[in-house]
């Protein structure tokens, strides 16, 4: 090949076959001319990339829902009140603390960093909540404000201590871990224990609101509309643009499994109490945080720091402001969940935070699907972890079955889903995905 | 023999000059009065043996490491790069060897990466992908789909997506650290002709190569370094690869050229 020739390129690679090749590139999309691609077209092409994706070891959510039909399958079969409407809102109760805390602990994940604080963190947040409330008498609205922006301070002081001076995260968070325990147990006092009032507005957010079944159902119409509008915006966009786009009978496809996976479990939930305004808080934070993560700026840098740190700088990243975002937004969603684990049950106490939120909440955010690697994961993954995690305890609760199976099907959990996430980062690689 | 540094063009065109340019590393000179220029729709090719000063020039030019001693013309305007982000904002694009990509990221937000396009607050996703491949087509990049992870990409592709990186914030000067090392024949060819598309668009493009066939194939003219100066400026169509290998190894100021000249200086007069 000659190589100071240039501009002989094109009829290099059509040969012979020029005419007719370029007549079929200048019909298709921009990002669908190469000829290697494998591209598949309407409702047959979506589905094809799909198993593709999944073949690859691309695996996303999918094991963590199949892990969690398996489970509520296998809890059903041995108790039949598991899928009960009223056991199923008490699930969503429960899910709730520890699904917002995974949130954060996605967050720190995405970054390849950890950490392990968190249960610390949501226990002195309720202790900060319970002592000003109820001993000091502050209205109700400050005494969260300064919980939530101790959870905020806590994470920018192990932002500034990894970012200045480059102590690892795991061993900041060990330290959080211990420290925050006694600053719980400092702030509680010798009282131990402190029950919060039960007709405040706070325990009446966690236990006793709930969405009417009209309310819930305008709800979801909401928002698989804007779901499909957001979707077809994007088609045509795409389309003006000259690139692929997904076919309007895809997006109605799309849209209508989306109110499905919507309408059947609220049918459910409505059936007893309904849906939980705290639940509903919930899958809000979930939402924005994984729009936060997907749309913004802020996300894609989060992203390119947990890929590749060094890559993130020399593109003029903020490596910094990252990283002190991120172990904010984490003890910020701990000390949040804290405050409504303290709100549900009625009271904070030297347990609250402790043994099994930490790690239930970093287990959730695995076992959700986002990798312990940096760089992968979805907001998503909290909530499907979570479930999963609450699941279990719910489920053997109901078995009348003691905390030590709990510890060991929970640990039996986590290991295969860290085991499927080592897996799959395997095949991505052998498939040129990681 | 051109041992000394041929004189300065400065004349039209010329987009950097170095003139005087020094480093020092504690008790290392790394470089010493170092003068470059670099013409725009130029290839500039900057060889010379391991430890020549290569890499420490170019650092030097990127905003890596500041100079001891000596000048920068930029553009007609004398200027101080201080930090990667001047050189940048100054029109001046360096790819290093590592290539700084993100692997889990895709082609299109590795190539917007620190400068994503937004709408009304959001990514706009749609428009960084069409004028990625608006751009890959101008290099006429083989990149199969910008929406698969980096990691999926051949050495050349990585290489590609790279240099169409280097070039969004509309630079002047691209330069290019050894960018066929560790790639096959094929991709190889692919990343030439992709500096000779830069050099059709009119940037001054500084390459820097091990390999002379890559050399005298894409390059106009060939600076040598040699032990942290000068060692000649070489134009590519009037010089053997052996004189500028020579240059490189300082074949002519060896003990084998010595006595050839010593010989036939005394030679000279006999005859």
Not at chain 1, 315 to 337: D, H, P, S, W
Not at chain 2, 151 to 163: D, F, K, M, N
Not at chain 2, 208 to 214: R, T, V
Request: net charge positive; charged share 15%; glycine share 10%.
């Amino acid at each position: 090949m000659s190589l100071q020739g240039s501009g002989t390129r094109p009829q290099d690679i059509t040969g012979t076959t020029a005419a007719p090749e370029e007549n079929g590139a200048a019909q298709l999309p921009a990002d669908l001319q190469d000829e290697r691609l494998i591209a598949g077209h309407g409702i047959s092409g979506a589905v094809g990339a799909f198993t593709a994706r999944l073949r690859s070891g691309d695996l996303g959510s999918v094991p963590v829902v199949v892990g969690l039909v398996i489970i509520w399958a296998v809890f059903q079969i041995a108790n039949s009140s598991f899928l009960s409407s009223r056991n199923l809102v008490n699930l969503t109760l429960q899910t709730t603390s520890v699904g917002v805390i995974a949130l954060g602990i996605v967050l720190v994940l995405l970054l390849g960093e950890i950490d392990l604080s968190v249960g610390s963190v949501s226990g002195v947040a309720a202790a900060v909540v319970g002592v000003t409330f109820v001993n000091k008498g502050w209205p109700i609205v400050a005494s969260l404000v300064a919980a939530v922006a101790l959870g905020v301070l806590i994470g920018l002081f192990y932002g500034l201590l990894y970012t200045r001076f480059g102590v690892p995260s795991f061993v900041i968070t060990l330290a959080g871990l211990l420290g925050f325990l006694g600053l719980q147990l400092l702030v509680l006092g010798k009282d131990g224990t402190i029950n919060l009032p039960y007709d405040s507005a706070l325990v009446g957010f966690a236990t006793r609101s709930f969405l009417s079944p009209a309310m819930a159902y305008a709800l979801v119409a909401l928002v698989v509309v804007a779901y499909a509008l957001s979707r077809w915006q994007g088609r045509t966009a795409r389309a003006a643009a000259g690139l692929s786009a997904a076919p309007n009978s895809v997006i109605a496809i799309k849209a209508a499994g989306l109110a499905i996976v919507l309408l059947i479990p609220i049918a459910v939930l409505n059936g007893d109490r309904g849906v939980s305004s705290m639940f509903l808080l919930f899958l809000a934070l979930v939402v924005v945080t994984d729009l936060a993560v997907r749309r913004t700026r802020w996300g894609r840098s989060v992203f390119a720091v947990g890929g590749n740190v060094e890559a993130a700088r020399r593109a003029g990243i903020n490596v910094r402001m990252i990283y002190l975002t991120v172990f904010a937004a984490c003890t910020t969603f701990a000390a949040v969940g804290g405050i409504l684990a303290a709100a549900r049950l009625v009271a904070v106490g030297q347990a609250s935070g402790g043994t099994d939120v930490n790690l239930n909440a970093i287990a959730s955010a695995v076992i959700g699907g986002t990798s312990l690697f940096g760089g992968r994961g979805s907001a998503y993954s909290a909530l499907l972890g979570a479930l999963v995690i609450t699941s279990i305890s719910n489920g053997l609760a109901l078995l009348s079955l003691d905390s030590n199976v709990r510890y060991i099907v929970t640990a039996g959990v986590l290991l295969i889903a860290v085991t499927i996430d080592s897996l799959s980062r395997r095949s991505r690689q052998a498939h040129g995905r990681a | 023999m051109t041992v000394t540094p041929t004189p300065l063009d400065v004349g039209a065109g010329t987009v950097l000059t170095l003139q005087g340019v020094s480093k020092r590393f504690g008790a290392v000179q790394a470089l010493k009065n170092i003068e470059l220029d670099v013409r725009a729709g130029e290839v500039l090719a900057l060889v010379g043996d391991n430890g020549a000063g290569k890499s420490t020039l170019v650092k030097t030019i990127a905003g890596v490491y500041t100079a001891d001693d000596g000048s920068m013309v930029f553009d007609g305007r004398p200027v101080r790069v201080g930090s990667p982000a001047e050189a940048q904002q100054l029109g001046i694009a360096t790819v290093f060897q590592d290539l700084a990509l993100c692997d889990n990221l895709d082609v299109v937000a590795n190539l917007y990466l620190g400068r994503e396009l937004r709408k009304n607050g959001a990514l706009d996703e749609v428009e960084m992908e069409r004028s990625s491949w608006e751009l890959l087509r101008q290099l006429s990049a083989k990149i199969p789909s910008v929406r698969i992870p980096v990691a999926s990409l051949s050495g050349g592709q990585r290489q590609t997506v790279a240099i169409a990186r280097s070039l969004l914030g509309r630079p002047k000067v691209v330069m290019l650290d050894e960018p066929t090392a560790a790639l096959g024949v094929a991709q190889t060819a692919e990343v030439l002709n992709l500096v000779e598309r830069l050099r059709e668009r009119g940037l001054a493009v500084i390459l820097i190569s091990h390999n002379m066939a890559d050399v005298m194939a894409v390059a106009d003219r060939v600076a040598v370094l040699r032990l942290g100066r000068n060692n000649g400026v070489f134009v590519v169509s009037e010089t053997r690869t052996q004189d500028i290998i020579a240059a490189i190894t300082g074949a002519t100021d060896n003990a084998v050229s010595e006595r050839a000249a010593r010989r036939s200086r005394e030679e000279g007069p006999a005859s």
